[in-house]
């Protein structure tokens, strides 16, 4: 399970350095794409297999589900962590989702989200507002 947060940098040639805890349970081979929200997705590739094949189980005639297997599918990027622990964001990639110098990687659980500085913070200025505002009745007495 990947939790946590870690502050990276993209270098030159669009790659970023996987931190050295998660290198393991990642493995050499990873899946990276596009995600609505305005962030990269990054799986391990055995945790890529089971997300693929729900997402293209789902009914496609209906046109937000095509949407969002568009975006999941049609970006999908078989990708491996080179001998220094280092993977390759391409160019339309970091286009998407506006990375460059530092980005947040943010553990979801079975996979990562690849955010910029600014989109970060815009999700944690809206998640700060949610709760003071108008927070999701599911979390009806959940107690932290």
């Known amino acids: 399970m990947f939790t946590g947060a870690s502050n990276l940098s993209i270098d030159a040639k669009g790659r970023i350095a996987v931190p050295t805890r998660y290198r393991d349970e990642l493995g050499a081979d990873l899946v990276i794409t596009a995600d609505p929200s305005g962030c990269l997705l990054l799986f391990a590739a ?5 997300f693929e094949a729900r997402v293209s189980a789902l009914p496609n005639l209906n ?18 962590v080179d001998n220094a622990g280092r993977v390759v ?3 339309e990639m970091r286009a998407y989702a506006k990375l460059d110098g530092k980005i947040q990687m943010i553990g979801q659980g079975d996979r990562f989200e690849l955010w910029s500085e600014r989109g970060w913070q815009d999700v944690i200025d809206l998640a700060q507002q949610t709760m003071r505002e108008d927070p999701p009745a599911e979390l009806a007495g959940l107690s932290v």
Do not use: H, I, N
């Not at 046109?63 to 491996?80: N, S, T």
């Open 46 to 50: 055995k945790a890529w297999q089971p």
């Open 63 to 80: 046109p937000r589900v095509k949407a969002l297997q568009r975006m999941w599918l049609g970006y999908k990027l078989d990708c491996e």
């Open 89 to 91: 964001l391409t160019p």
